[in-house]
């Protein structure tokens, strides 16, 4: 199985509660090795940008606003097939369908408020990384 990487961030909710290192363990006890990671208050530019693909869902505005109310952990993360690793341990986005042991069942308010993002693909993985990483940020 190959070494890859993927692009995760740790939301607002979980930032505000000081979830950042409970839900960073999760990830390194998932196989998963932080690369690059920085705290950062999205822009309002930042998030409609970074979540342009779902500009025309209802949920879209809520979602940005949601998105800058609080600083977010942007990280890259790197394993073995990372994208599925991650999402593995992130679980469901709604975490009423998540499993047992995975971040969002364990930490996660809603479907908006579900403590992690990440990348559903090694192209947006790569694509999402770029959006917030100089390749000199990240130290594998
Ligand atoms: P994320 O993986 O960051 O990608 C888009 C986000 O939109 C998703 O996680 C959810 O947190 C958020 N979202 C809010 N409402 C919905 C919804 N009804 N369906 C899917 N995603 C939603």
Same mark, same amino acid.
């Given at each position: ?26 990830? !390194? /006890? #998932?196989?998963? $090795? ?12 930042? &998030? =409609? @940008? ?29 394993? !073995? /097939? #990372?994208?599925? $690793? ?12 998540? &499993? =047992? @042991? ?39």
């Amino acid at each position: 199985m190959a070494v890859t990487r993927t692009f995760s961030i740790i939301k607002p909710d979980a930032t505000r509660r000081n979830l950042t290192g409970a839900v960073t363990a999760m990830l !390194e /006890d #998932a196989g998963l $090795r932080v690369v690059a990671s920085k705290r950062i208050h999205m822009t309002r530019e930042q &998030a =409609e @940008g970074f979540y342009a693909v779902h500009r025309e869902r209802p949920f879209f505005s809520e979602l940005v606003d949601f998105m800058i109310s609080a600083p977010v952990v942007v990280q890259v993360l790197e394993g !073995e /097939d #990372a994208v599925k $690793r991650n999402r593995d341990v992130m679980g469901a986005t709604n975490p009423a369908d998540a &499993a =047992e @042991g995975t971040i969002r069942k364990t930490y996660a308010e809603s479907i908006e408020a579900n403590s992690v993002h990440g990348s559903d693909s090694d192209e947006n993985a790569a694509i999402e990384i770029a959006f917030f990483f100089k390749p000199e940020e990240i130290v594998g």
